[in-house]
């Protein structure tokens, strides 16, 4: 998917504030069996990558309660999204359809395509650990996010309709059956709920800008427009600071939605699992060498600034400055 036809440079340099709201932060931890995931997780894919140890560390900082076993299935999923995209960037025309089809029926064609052999066994492994009916919406998830990157010419006008996109493209659906299968929750026990597709909104935005912010000098940095930063640079003729001023207002929004909505009883057990969800992925996307070129330790608190160079960012923090 194409991003608008102007994509302004990173701020590589400067300076630039970081207004954040630092409620669901001091949730944030990383799951005591981490040794434990890690180890079966090499296990089972033989020799990771960066991106798939990426996937794993994401997993023990976004799913802290979850049983370990559970954690392990998100993470080997998690990882099997990042080999699937390498096959669509390599091959943006490869056809799906008749893949994800075989796919229901338990018998997959991979065409030749190692990505799609290590897809298969993970969505074998998948249905065996989910279950038939979460299972089939995981199913639906991943290729609903995987239709949505094939190539296209149209962009976004604008930060609402870079949203509606990413929606798919962020594979947030399947993500949200992730979720439900590490919380052990049913969600149809829930779907009487009015809140809960306001709930589930509010943790897609938090997720996806959090991640834009965080990530915007990686993106950048290898041309890929889907960041609402540079959206908002190329769409709404913003300064850099303005641009991020904003992704911060639009993660501060999402945050008291979210707290609103999760103070409801018919909703609340699920609401405080995704509280973890979420403050673990703002950990994260702060420390990972994914976004951030290097590995940055644990912090205990949120940064104020931060500065873009080219092969990494560095955080800064100020006392009585930024956050919320």
């Known amino acids: 998917m194409s991003d608008a036809v102007h994509r302004p440079a990173p701020a590589l340099g400067v300076e630039l504030a970081l207004s954040l709201p630092k409620t669901l932060f001091g949730a944030a ?39 370990a076993e559970r954690v392990l299935d998100v993470a080997l999923l998690l990882s099997l ?10 091959n943006p025309h490869t056809e799906l359809a008749t893949y994800f089809s075989s796919l229901r029926t338990g018998h997959a064609s991979t065409d030749g395509h190692p990505e799609l052999d290590v897809l298969t066994r993970g969505m074998q492994h998948a249905q065996r650990a989910l279950g038939p009916r979460l299972f089939a919406q995981l199913l639906s998830g991943v290729e609903q996010w995987a239709n949505s990157m094939a190539p296209t010419a149209s962009g976004w006008a604008d930060l609402d309709t870079y949203l509606q996109l990413r929606r798919a493209d962020f594979g947030f659906d399947a993500i949200r059956v992730m979720v439900d299968h590490a919380a052990g929750i049913d969600l149809d026990e829930h779907r ?14 938090h997720a996806l800008f959090v991640n834009d912010l965080f990530s915007y000098r990686k993106e950048t940095q290898a041309g890929d427009g889907r960041n609402a930063v540079s959206v908002l640079l190329s769409t709404a003729g913003m300064t850099p ?6 992704v911060c207002e639009r993660i501060t929004a999402a945050e008291r939605t979210f707290a609103d909505l999760g103070a409801h009883a018919d909703i609340a057990q699920y609401a405080t699992f995704w509280r973890h969800v979420l403050a673990g992925n703002l ?21 104020t600034h931060m500065v873009l160079h080219p092969d990494h960012t560095e955080y800064r923090y100020r006392q009585g400055n930024g956050c919320r």
């Open 241 to 246: 600071q303005a641009a991020v001023d904003v």
């Open 283 to 303: 950990a994260w996307s702060m420390t990972t060498p994914r976004y951030n070129g290097v590995q940055r330790p644990a912090a205990s608190s949120l940064p």
């Open 192 to 205: 009487t709920s009015p809140l809960l597709d306001e709930l589930l909104a509010a943790c897609f935005e």
């Open 81 to 90: 999204f990042g080999g699937l995209d390498d096959l669509l960037e390599a």
């Open 29 to 67: 931890l990383v799951h005591p069996r981490a040794a434990w995931v890690r180890a079966r997780y090499d296990e089972w894919v033989g020799r990771p990558g960066a991106s798939s140890r990426a996937a794993v560390d994401q997993c023990l900082h976004i799913l802290p309660h979850a049983p």
